[in-house]
């Protein structure tokens, strides 16, 4: 009997034994695999990663998880959560899905004129009429509202475009501003796409702020003006900084 006892607490101390040293590890887990797991700023896997639970009754495991496109996740594990394993999904950033890098963004873009969108006078003027009707065109296409249209002056400006990105709580504007330089020298317009983001709480402020990254139809609608208006073969594209 007594040899019975003493298996049966052998037993259950073993048992004790190998749940506290299985409680002292936590695993984490995360969808997609490529995610960086950070604990305590520091990296400990892609994916999949362990770290050690909280000893003291004030120390907190701070992890954050990060993956390109994906709504970075911030959590903090205490000493008193039981789990052994910690599972995540990343959300798909829809800010960063929905937009596209434009290292010319917030800058002029001079672009040649196509020889067919303009006619030269017999006095050595140009005429960018038939360049500033296929603009209007386009802009209409994508349904841009036209704040200030001064042909003659050259001068054309759109309002503010809004989209707004719910899971990422995030507005992004812009707004296109078109001015002709044409002489008889270089027949060119330039072109610049004015883009600005802000939180939506910060937006009901107007506190935009600059970003390199345009909306997806931006940029459709910029590569419509390029391919239409411009000398492709042979058009020589500047960036000139505001």
Not at 40 to 58: E, H, T
Not at 103 to 118: G, H, Q
Request: glycine share 4%; proline share 2%; aromatic share 12%.
């Amino acid at each position: 009997m007594e040899k019975a006892i003493a298996l049966i607490f052998t037993f259950l101390l073993a048992l004790t034994s190998y749940a506290a040293k299985k409680s002292v590890i936590v695993k984490i887990n995360v969808e997609p695999k490529e995610a960086a797991i950070y604990v305590d700023n520091n990296l400990v896997g892609y994916g999949y990663g362990v770290f050690a639970r909280p000893q003291s009754k004030n120390q907190v495991a701070v992890i954050k998880l990060e993956c390109n496109g994906y709504i970075t996740v911030n959590y903090k594990f205490y000493r008193e959560d039981k789990r052994d394993a910690l599972s995540f999904r990343l959300m798909q950033d829809d800010f960063i899905c929905g937009t596209t890098p434009a290292y010319f963004v917030n800058e002029y873009l001079t672009v040649d004129i196509a020889p067919s969108y303009y006619d030269e006078k017999e006095d050595g003027a140009v005429d960018v009429s038939p360049a500033w009707t296929q603009l209007e065109r386009i802009l209409l296409n994508y349904d841009l509202d036209i704040d200030t249209k001064d042909f003659i002056g050259g001068y054309v400006q759109t309002r503010w475009s809004y989209k707004k990105f719910v899971i990422s709580d995030k507005i992004i504007r812009t707004k296109l501003v078109i001015r002709n330089i044409a002489s008889s020298e270089h027949v060119a317009f330039q072109i610049k796409i004015i883009s600005e983001v802000a939180n939506v709480m910060s937006a009901r402020r107007g506190e935009f702020f600059e970003t390199k990254r345009i909306p997806k139809d931006t940029e459709s609608m910029l590569e419509e003006i390029l391919s239409r208006l411009c000398n492709v073969k042979n058009n020589n594209i500047q960036y000139e900084k505001i």
